[in-house]
């Protein structure tokens, strides 16, 4: 039973007391926490210099997802359409095409990043609490902001990120980085009191990677706000065995992305097509009654839309247990 203290703190944290326990409720059977990462539908048409917010809700209440790890890239302004240019008029005569060359395309998508990095530096932490509304109202849950940090981030615009993930109400913020990326995040994340979840690739012949169980522990000794968001679709094609890693490794695992690809660097598939032992990670999950959050996330070629194939995973997950 919630106490007037109880009820305080979560009026507080912004999250909606019929929220905090729908989204426990409605998340899977059997208590399991289970939600979506809206990388999933990073295919969804954007419109230029907008985000997609309104566009992630309406698919996530397709879906019935009710807890989430929203990606950076929702909440940020979409770049100019990259897609083919608009073809000239039939003539009998027509111009020649001219691709433009490597040094052009190299400056436009500098040009872009560039752009980015001003939007992040100039827009105030009210647009993020905006979000933040915006999914509350829609009753959907956030569970981590993933920010996914290369070598083009500025200190500033790493800060900027922690700001952001505070004012969206988190306390996780979540990347697919490297180790050298993965070091520069150590004082922010100290700064910020926040845990930084680490998500691991399959790249286990690239020495600066965070993909194999010995990068796993070099990357964790960082920092004591470090955990592993583990990827077990990426973790199966690195050859590692998810229910082992798991069950030996759960204390330091914040939240689990669930896939489904083949061993040997191979391919995603649809769920219950590749080698990833989805059904063995949940049911494992359920029995040792292990408080790790699950998202789904869509990477296969599906012949749906990307709501579609979202739900359809979604869906897969929740009668696997």
Same mark, same amino acid.
């Given at each position: 039973m919630?106490?007037?203290r109880d009820f305080g703190k979560i009026a507080l944290a912004g999250l909606p007391l019929c929220a905090a326990r729908r989204a426990a409720a409605d998340s899977a059977?059997?208590?399991?926490?289970?939600?979506?990462?809206?990388?999933?539908?990073?295919?969804?048409?954007?419109?230029?210099?907008?985000?997609? !917010? $309104?566009e992630v809700i309406k698919a996530l209440q397709f879906a019935g997802a009710r807890e989430i790890e929203l990606h950076s890239a929702n909440t940020e302004p979409a770049g100019p359409n990259s897609g083919p240019a608009v073809p000239p008029p039939p003539s009998a005569y027509p111009p020649p095409v001219k691709p433009p060359?490597?040094?052009?395309?190299?400056?436009?998508?500098?040009? !872009?990043?560039?752009?980015?990095?001003?939007?992040?530096?100039?827009?105030?932490?009210a647009a993020h609490e905006a979000f933040r509304s915006r999914f509350q109202a829609a009753e959907i849950s956030l569970f981590a902001y993933r920010v996914d940090y290369d070598e083009q981030f500025t200190d500033e615009e790493i800060e900027v990120t922690f700001q %952001?993930?505070?004012?969206?109400?988190?306390?996780?913020?979540?990347?697919?980085?490297?180790?050298?990326?993965?070091?520069?995040? !150590?004082?922010?994340? %100290?700064?910020?009191?926040?845990?930084v979840a680490l998500h691991n690739?399959?790249?286990?012949?690239?020495?600066?990677?965070?993909?194999?169980?010995?990068?796993?522990?070099?990357?964790?000794?960082?920092?004591?706000?470090f955990r592993l968001n583990l990827d077990i679709g990426n973790l199966t094609a690195a050859n590692y065995e998810a229910v082992a890693f798991i069950q030996e490794n759960h204390a330091s695992i914040s939240h689990i992305q669930i896939k489904d690809r083949t061993r040997n660097g191979g391919a995603?598939?649809?769920?219950? $097509?590749?080698?990833?032992?989805?059904?063995?990670?949940?049911?494992?999950i359920?029995?040792?009654?292990?408080?790790?959050?699950?998202?789904?996330?869509?990477e296969y070629i599906g012949l749906g839309t990307p709501q579609e194939e979202v739900r359809k995973c979604l869906a897969f997950a929740k009668a696997s247990v």
């Open positions: 919630l106490t007037r059977p059997s208590g399991l926490r289970l939600g979506v990462d809206t990388y999933s539908y990073r295919d969804l048409l954007r419109i230029p210099g907008r985000d997609n !917010v $309104d060359s490597p040094e052009e395309v190299a400056a436009a998508k500098l040009a !872009v990043r560039n752009s980015l990095r001003r939007w992040r530096l100039a827009t105030p932490m %952001q993930a505070k004012a969206l109400g988190v306390r996780t913020v979540a990347s697919l980085t490297s180790l050298s990326g993965a070091r520069r995040l !150590v004082p922010f994340a %100290q700064k910020h009191e926040m845990t690739t399959a790249k286990t012949k690239d020495e600066d990677a965070i993909a194999t169980p010995q990068s796993f522990r070099t990357a964790l000794a960082l920092s004591k706000n995603n598939e649809r769920f219950g $097509d590749g080698d990833t032992p989805v059904k063995d990670v949940l049911a494992l359920r029995e040792k009654r292990l408080p790790i959050p699950v998202f789904v996330e869509y």
